[in-house]
T-cell receptor
Framework: GDSVTQMEGPVTLSEEAFLTINCTYT??????LFWYVQYPGEGLQLLLK?????DKGSNKGFEATYRKETTSFHLEKGSVQVSDSAVYFC???????????????FGGGTRVLVKP | NAGVTQTPKFRVLKTGQSMTLLCAQD?????MYWYRQDPGMGLRLIHY???????AKGEVPDGYNVSRLKKQNFLLGLESAAPSQTSVYFC????????????????FGAGTRLSVL
């Protein structure tokens, strides 16, 4: 079945450092890929998405490129801020089954802590 | 613009008690979902609904029931709570995005933290 693997955290960085969170997936067909972010005490929010190979999603200084050849969708940000401290989830939909409900398959989440 | 609202925010139950979690969305979305979030396991789908009056099982449905009597509401029930159901529960709803390839964007509530003693 479909699956998503992302690096385990926590990832601790200093402000203005470069952030990379690795995400790889297993799916047949042509899934859509997403990054969601969960700030402390809140629900998940869509951060960015990509719907086909070589698409680049971007938002709030974050970027991720859909790499079909390496089945990856790594999240990057060039200069993090304290306010970027959160848990980041990689997810896919529409892989093996463009199923009823268009369900999301999530990775385990990566906690990021940015220190001043 | 409330989005997705979950009630209650916190609850403590004793083993064997029952309860219902309510999810309400004001975005006229057809699809709704219930997830549970456990440390290191991401979110796992419990049940989902593709429209009013319909429900279907997700990845971890055992011990839970759901109902979608109205389009805007999706209820999650625990008939006899167990300690293994201690978790954070998230509700989401989704709509299709895009002209050619329909992508469903999910919007999440703030979660319900449930402890079963």
């Amino acid at each position: 079945g479909d699956s998503v693997t992302q690096m385990e955290g926590p990832v601790t960085l200093s402000e203005e450092a470069f952030l990379t969170i690795n995400c790889t997936y297993t799916a047949t067909g042509y899934p859509s890929l997403f990054w969601y972010v969960q700030y402390p005490g809140e629900g998940l929010q869509l951060l960015l998405k990509a719907t086909k190979a070589d698409d680049k999603g971007s938002n709030k200084g974050f970027e991720a490129t859909y790499r079909k050849e390496t089945t990856s969708f790594h999240l990057e940000k060039g200069s993090v801020q304290v306010s970027d401290s959160a848990v980041y989830f990689c997810a896919l939909s529409g892989g093996r089954i463009k199923a009823a409900g268009n369900k999301l398959t999530f990775g385990g989440g990566t906690r990021v802590l940015v220190k001043p | 613009n409330a989005g997705v609202t979950q009630t209650p925010k916190f609850r403590v139950l004793k083993t064997g008690q029952s309860m219902t979690l309510l999810c309400a969305q004001d975005m006229n979305h057809e699809y709704m979902y219930w997830y549970r979030q456990d440390p290191g396991m991401g979110l796992r789908l419990i049940h989902y609904s593709v429209g009013e009056g319909t429900t279907a099982k997700g990845e971890v449905p055992d011990g839970y029931n759901v109902s979608r009597l109205k389009k805007q509401n999706f209820l999650l029930g625990l008939e006899s709570a167990a300690p293994s159901q201690t978790s954070v529960y998230f509700c989401a709803s989704s709509y299709p995005f895009g002209d050619y390839q329909k992508i469903y964007i999910q919007y999440f509530g703030a979660g319900t933290r449930l402890s079963v003693l």
